[in-house]
């Protein structure tokens, strides 16, 4: 069921039919392989487990160190749906050669983390293909998803791409001295991280 | 030779100054260990902020191998500080005592003597090295475990708990060749002044010095790149995410070709000097 | 000659420790090097055991055996946190010689240390570590002995005792001994024969006795009823017990004898050495 406030919206068909595809998934667990692709960052792909519940939170497990993005995991879309939002068509684009429409999200309730959204959809198999999110307090951040078969529900691999500062250690910490370069580092403070996660799900229950 | 470095092992063992710097050592060890567990957090929060800020972590960086990294890095003036008195001290005290009148007048050759001294230091200097490794590795995993291990130099470099560990073992070894280099040092400073007080003030002033110019860049290529005191941190370089080999390799030829140097000044020194 | 020092010098700096010294030894013999401090006893002993090099002359020893010569050098030196035994194990370990149980039990005993010490040589007292210094010497069994200074810091008791094992050592394994002291009343007990230094020069050699009764010029005779008896020709200059006599040797044969024919009780008769006869005039 669609919360009240979207029955009396203005919302774009495709985006509706994504939403339903993406909610029909009760639960999943699945295989993770995270690839860090930051500056300064050196951190070889991890192994994890992630397990996803519908209305729970997605818990994730490794025997390794691993970092978890806190954006670009929410396949339910429920950031976005959480308060009311109206989409505006800014029309169509090839996205790993599939024909997307793109949709802003404008959220109306000043309550919602973000303040405007771009998504790509799949207008055939209505999957989400791309996002761009601008939130208020974390800066913006990218997601890329590809599916293995056009029709799986849950892509194969997500890149999630956002700001990240350059690392500035103010005393020697663990190592050898290093060579600051200052101006080097002042054009280059805020810098963009991506993390490649590469999703190998198992156990998918749908929705009965 | 065999017997000479066998007698110098014997006395070696035997005395208290051995097992008094072999307490300092282990002590110094357990100082350093309980540190880095109190700052280990405060420095991660400090490398991690940034990351904090776009990631959750899954998993502990606070682990053994940390621990033994920490340890790793703070050794290296305390430890060969306390080999170098040790090592002075198996020529200065011979000589003080005239013990090494009374050896030289046995038929035993003055080279191999002397040479027995720098293999007994060298010795002397790699069981520590492994006693520490061995157990800071065993308190630290045993009271923290293990896991990912994070080095910055530069950069973030996050190695998994096996590969840390080879690492750090290597780290050991490579490091290993610096403490020796310095006790055979010692060795020579000591055959050189003879008394017993000013070995210990020349060899600590010796380290110091050594210390102070490995963080200075003079912009001249012999001395940022071949001199010894630029070689004492080799050991760093298996932290970078990419090993230069070829880097290691050579410096640590190089330091064993100037701990030789050192070694073989000393016993022309030794060789041509009256014993008394 | 098992051992031969030729024309030996040694200059440390404007000092001329040694000028020109000759040395030779015997096997059998024990030869005195009497000098004050600074005259260059220990510096000769240095050059002749290898520890120092002559800036002139040469060291010829005449021996084939693996440890020619063995001595000690002033104080005796040895490991002082290892016991007796195990310093003679060390010793004999580095130079090949037999390290058995029974091998150094045999050293201890001939030096006259107890077996049953097993404590640091720390503890021990000076004659002990003469005694052990005495034993590191002998190992191998040197042809010649050199010993510097070895009656230094020794009780009367301990003296004496150190004579008679340097004696029992000479006499029966003929080997030669050197021993040097600025004390001549002990290397006159000891010695066969004597050399004097001073200043770096060698200013008298020859038989002991012969050395003592050419600088001789006195004698002190000790016993009871010496203070009444009427001395005649004799200057005699009497304290307590005792009287000094102005006499040689010959005449000091007769006095004796005519003391005794009158019924005193002789104790003891020392000869008074004239120092500076001894250090300044040549006799053979």
Redesign the interface.
Known sequence: MLPQWMCAQDIDPVLLQAKARLDSVQSFEAGLKLSVD???????P?Q?TMTYTKGEPTT????????????GLDFSLSEIFEYPFMTVDRGYEVIFGRPCKLLNIIPLDKRADFSIATLGVDTVNYSVMKSEISTKK?GTYEVLLSYGQSNDIIPGRVEVS?E???????LQ???????VDKSAMKMEEVKR?R?ILDIEPALVELVK | MKTLIQAELYKLMHQRMTYFALAAILVIEGIVLVSAYFQGSAILDILLDNLRESFYFQGTLLNGHLMVYLILNSLWFHLPLILMIVSAGLFTTEHKERTLQMMMQQPISKTHFIISKYLVAVVFSLVVIVLLMVSSMMISYSLFGTGDLVVYLGTLNFFQSAEAFERIVLAYLCGSLTVIFFSVVSVTLAIWVRDTTIAWIVSAFFLIISNLLLKVDLGIDWFDNYFFVKLNDTWQLLFNTEIDWSHIYFNNALLVTYTVLFMFIGVMIFRRRDVA | MILTGHALSKQYGDLQALDHVDVSCESGRIYGLLGANGAGKTTLFRILLGLTKPDHGQVIINSKRKKPLGGIIEKPAAYDYLSARQNLRLFSSVQGAPKDDNTISERLESVGLPLDRHDPVRNFSMGMKQRLGIAIAMLNDPECLVLDEPFSGLDPLGIDSLLRLIRNLAFEHSISVIVSSHIVDQLARLCDELLVLRSGKLVNRGITQNIIVACTDSYTICGSGLSNYDWGNYEASIAGQCVTVTADAEGIGELIEQLTKQGLRISSCSPNINMSKLFDSKLV
Do not use: Q, T, W
Request: net charge neutral.
């Open positions: 930051i500056s300064f960052v050196n951190m070889s991890k994890a994730f497990s490794s025997e390794d160190f691993v970092l978890i993005p806190k954006r974390d956002f990240i500062e350059r690392i500035r250690i103010p910490y663990m190592g050898k001295e290093i060579e991280g993390i």
